[in-house]
C-alpha cells in the first residue's frame, strides 16, 4: 500500500515538476521576445537621436548671423561657402567664444600662432576669425595641389604631419575630423541649393 501511495506521490511530482518548468520556459521566451522588442526599440531611438540634431534650431541663428561673412570670405578666396561652413560646424559649433583644449580659438578653431601669422588680432570677432580661417585653409589646399582631404588634416594635424606621413596622419580624431566635416559639407551642400532652386 506504501509503495503504491509512493508511486502516486513521485508521478504528482513528476507532473508539477513539467508544469513548473513549462510555466519558467514561457515567461522566459515571453521575456525574452520582448527584450528583442526593447532592444529594438532602444537601437531605433538611438538611431533617430543620433540623426537628429536638436542644436539646429538654434544654431540656425547663429549661422544666420555668419552667413554674409562666410559668403564674402568664400567668394575672395574661391573656397565653397558650403565648406567653409562645414568647417564651423565641425570646429566651434558656430560658438563664436569657443576656446579648445589645445588653445584654438574662435569659429574657425585659430591657433594663437596661427592668427598671429595670419594677422588676425581678435581670434573672437567672427569678421576677421572667418576671414583669416578661409585664408589659412585657402593656403592649405594650394599646399597641397587641390587636396581638400590633405588640407582638412593638416587644418586639424597641422602641415608637417601630412607631409611626415606622406597623407592623412594615422590619427582616428583626424579622420573622423575629416569625415564630420564631409557630412556637414554634403548637407550645408544640398541646403544651400535647395535655396537657390527657390530663387
Request: without cysteine; aromatic residues 12%; hydrophobic residues 40%.
Amino acid at each position: 500500500m506504501d509503495r503504491k501511495i509512493n508511486i502516486q506521490i513521485l508521478f504528482v511530482e513528476v507532473i508539477r515538476f513539467f508544469f513548473i518548468f513549462t510555466m519558467i520556459m514561457g515567461v522566459s521566451l515571453v521575456s525574452i521576445n520582448n527584450g528583442a522588442k526593447d532592444d529594438q526599440i532602444i537601437n531605433n531611438t538611438r538611431d533617430i537621436l543620433q540623426n537628429t540634431d536638436f542644436r539646429s534650431i538654434f544654431r540656425h541663428k547663429k549661422e544666420h548671423l555668419f552667413h554674409p561673412i562666410i559668403l564674402q570670405e568664400a567668394d575672395r578666396h574661391e573656397i565653397d561657402p558650403a565648406l567653409v561652413k562645414a568647417i564651423i560646424m565641425a570646429e566651434s559649433g558656430y560658438n563664436p567664444n569657443a576656446i579648445s583644449e589645445k588653445g584654438a580659438k574662435g569659429l574657425m578653431q585659430l591657433m594663437p600662432s596661427t592668427a598671429q601669422a595670419l594677422g588676425v588680432e581678435d581670434v573672437f570677432n567672427p569678421q576677421q576669425n572667418i576671414s583669416g580661417g578661409v585664408r589659412y585653409f585657402k593656403k592649405l589646399v594650394n599646399r597641397f595641389d587641390g587636396d581638400i582631404k590633405l588640407a582638412l588634416a593638416a587644418y586639424n594635424a597641422g602641415s608637417k604631419k601630412v607631409r611626415h606621413y606622406q597623407g592623412i596622419p594615422p590619427y582616428k580624431s583626424t579622420h573622423y575630423y575629416i569625415e564630420k566635416v564631409f557630412k556637414y559639407y554634403k548637407l550645408y551642400k544640398n541646403q544651400m541649393s535647395e535655396k537657390t532652386k527657390k530663387v
